[in-house]
């Protein structure tokens, strides 16, 4: 059985508005902090959780009673020790310990300020994790609140991102924002990331997109594989459609798969905003080729070999015999995604697209090849993404952010 756990990272702090690593700093929260950690009561609120933990330091502390949370303080959940850099700004490290932050830099093994190396962390956050899923029951589900160093080690262990050397593909974590993952025996699975609405402005600019799976479809109410196969939403679908149009304005640009499902989700938003949903036929789903139309275990009666090379062996074949790779579409998607963007620079583009497409965009994103694809969640109907464009390449600003 599984194990869901929801990190949050602590509120705003003064330090934070200002720029200075805290590190084991005992901060308090900002006057906006606070407001964050009630907001985030408001986020969390009607879930239960069967643990709830937060890092001892000062700020993690204060958010989880602001947001109404009895949270059990656990020193082990702190954030990374940056010994004499802490309270420092990031301009003042760089020019009073050049040799320690050239290494940083680099990716070179260095204890930050004396205190602890990026791998010493990371091995702190890993004997955490695993004491928690060792001592609570398979089915919990917990609550975490802790910090940006925390959740980017767990992240970054667990969809295997190797070490800091590399220019890392994921926006920071954002203050008092939820990222929730699966643990099972055998895997990690990222069921969302970095949602912070409830507690700032929107991920925006003229550098990030918009990816929104369309609205529940019949075909997803019948547990079909819809790739290249038309077909309308569900009356359910329809409702979330409009609803995703009201809660996420912003967007100056909208292009869509042509399929139904997909232009009548970006058509909704379109109309609400006076704008026009321009049909892009790159941005269709996976080709399913011979697997069109079937549910899975269609599929998996009629296809047992490809089936079992695919998802036992995993094998990144064509889909049904002559479709789509899962790499295959990741480039097609970073391809059309990022032409439109570098072509109207001065826009914020929103894409209309489908679960499989955006999945294998943020798979090729994070570098995430196709035998770790169960490490990171499906989107779901009229899920929210973000991706930034940026001089060192994509990175994901956001993943799968739920319907509000």
């Not at 070490?163 to 099972?184: D, K, Q, Y």
């Amino acid at each position: 059985m599984s194990i869901e756990i929801t990190f949050v990272r602590h509120a705003e702090t003064d330090a934070n508005a200002d720029g200075v690593w805290q590190g084991h700093g005992d901060h308090v929260l900002s006057a906006r902090g606070e407001e964050q950690a009630r907001a985030l009561g408001g986020r969390l609120a009607g879930k239960e959780f069967d643990v709830v933990l937060a890092s001892d330091l000062a700020r993690t502390l204060q958010t989880a009673e602001l947001a109404g949370l009895d949270a059990t303080p656990d020193p082990a959940w702190r954030e990374i020790d940056i010994g004499r850099w802490q309270g420092l700004t990031r301009a003042e490290v760089h020019e009073l310990f050049p040799e320690e932050s050239a290494a940083l830099r680099d990716g070179r093994p260095v204890r930050m300020g004396g205190g602890e190396s990026w791998d010493d962390f990371s091995a702190r956050v890993a004997a955490a994790l695993r004491d928690l899923v060792a001592r609570i029951p398979a089915g919990s589900r917990v609550l975490v609140v802790t910090h940006g160093g925390s959740v980017h080690s767990v992240l970054g262990s667990g969809l295997q991102f190797g070490g800091r050397g590399r220019s890392w593909p994921l926006e920071r974590v954002r203050n008092a924002s939820v990222t929730e993952v699966i643990l099972t025996p055998e895997r990690f699975h990222l069921q969302s990331y970095n949602d912070a609405r409830h507690a700032m402005p929107a991920a925006g600019g003229s550098d990030t997109v918009s990816l929104v799976r369309h609205a529940e479809s019949v075909a997803n109410l019948e547990g079909r594989w819809h790739g290249r196969t038309d077909g309308p939403l569900s009356g359910r679908g329809s409702e979330q459609a409009e609803r995703f149009a009201a809660s996420c304005p912003g967007a100056t640009r909208v292009f869509s798969s042509p399929l139904e499902r997909a232009r009548c989700t970006a058509e909704a938003y379109a109309r609400l905003y006076g704008l026009i949903a321009c049909l892009e036929p790159e941005l269709v789903e996976i080709d399913f080729a011979g697997w069109e139309g079937m549910t899975t275990s269609e599929i998996e009666e009629r296809f047992p070999e490809e089936w079992a090379t695919v998802f036992e062996q995993g094998v990144d074949l064509p889909r049904g015999g002559s479709g789509e790779t899962f790499a295959g579409v990741g480039r097609r998607m970073e391809r059309i995604v990022s032409t439109l963007q570098r072509a109207q620079p001065d826009e914020h583009l929103a894409f209309f697209s489908h679960g499989g497409s955006i999945w294998a965009l943020v798979a090729r994103v994070i570098g995430l090849a196709w035998p770790g694809f169960r490490s990171l969640g499906l989107p779901a109907n009229a899920g929210l993404t973000h991706v930034q464009f940026t001089t060192d390449g994509p990175r994901l600003v956001d993943y799968n952010l739920p319907l509000r």
